[in-house]
Nanobody
Framework: QVQLVESGGGLVQAGGSLRLSCAAS????????MGWFRQAPGKEREFVAA????????YYGESVKGRFTISRDNAKNTVYLQMNSLKPEDTAVYYC?????????????????WGQGTQVTVSS
């Protein structure tokens, strides 16, 4: 059974940083694309970032470009999201997602596996 478990969320002041982790178990994701999405109350799930299996291709949502960095450690079967210069509008539940392919999709509907989410709250 595939499991994706996010960690690292919490409460941070505006301008601060957090690093989210997504640990995969049940299968190896070293050749698979992974992504991060977020969902704020009353809003649709939003694409944040995605990374190819090799780590050589990355994509970012417009609202996080230049502030967030996605990376992966395939030896640990783990994907990270480094979030800097956080803003109150970054407050959301952040979800890790895994795809069956190597090229990262941008649409949430394309992903096959999902974590349970971790809350990120940025205070002003």
């Amino acid at each position: 059974q595939v499991q994706l478990v996010e960690s690292g969320g919490g409460l941070v002041q505006a301008g601060g940083s957090l690093r989210l982790s997504c640990a995969a178990s049940g299968r190896t994701f070293s050749s698979n694309a992974m992504g991060w999405f977020r969902q704020a109350p009353g809003k649709e799930r939003e694409f944040v970032a995605a990374i190819s299996g090799s780590g050589g291709i990355t994509y970012y949502g417009e609202s996080v470009k230049g502030r967030f960095t996605i990376s992966r450690d395939n030896a640990k079967n783990t994907v990270y999201l480094q979030m800097n210069s956080l803003k109150p509008e970054d407050t959301a539940v952040y979800y890790c997602a895994g795809d069956s392919g190597t090229i990262p999709p941008l649409r949430s509907s394309r992903y096959d596996y999902w974590g349970q989410g971790t809350q990120v709250t940025v205070s002003s």
